[in-house]
Nanobody
Framework: QVQLVESGGGLVQAGGSLRLSCAAS????????MAWFRQHPGKEREFVSS????????NYADSVKGRFTISRDNAKNTGYLQMNSLKPEDTAIYYC?????????????????WGQGTQVTVSS
């Protein structure tokens, strides 16, 4: 079992930055890949970024490439999403997720565990 708890969301002006954290417990943190997804109101959950077990491989959605950076600290059992140059269209609930098979794909159904989400609101 894996428990994930996101934090760090909030209200920020366009062009600003936020850093999301995902604190994990349960199964050994370095045994699974991690990802961030987001969900806009009335829309399906969409892939944002993923990171391999040791952090050496990362993937990003085109919409956030160059602005967001995913990372993880396996010693602290915590994953991060640094979000810079935020835009109003980044407003969403952000979720972290874990894939125990080690996959890093873009489909929410591939992920086994989810956090409860944290709201990010970017004002124009």
């Amino acid at each position: 079992q894996v428990q994930l708890v996101e934090s760090g969301g909030g209200l920020v002006q366009a062009g600003g930055s936020l850093r999301l954290s995902c604190a994990a417990s349960g199964r050994t943190f370095s045994s699974y890949t991690m990802a961030w997804f987001r969900q806009h109101p009335g829309k399906e959950r969409e892939f944002v970024s993923s990171i391999s077990r040791k952090g050496g491989i990362t993937n990003y959605a085109d919409s956030v490439k160059g602005r967001f950076t995913i990372s993880r600290d396996n010693a602290k059992n915590t994953g991060y999403l640094q979000m810079n140059s935020l835009k109003p269209e980044d407003t969403a609930i952000y979720y972290c997720a874990a894939n125990v098979r080690g996959d890093m794909d873009y489909y929410p159904s591939s992920y086994n565990y989810w956090g409860q989400g944290t709201q990010v609101t970017v004002s124009s």
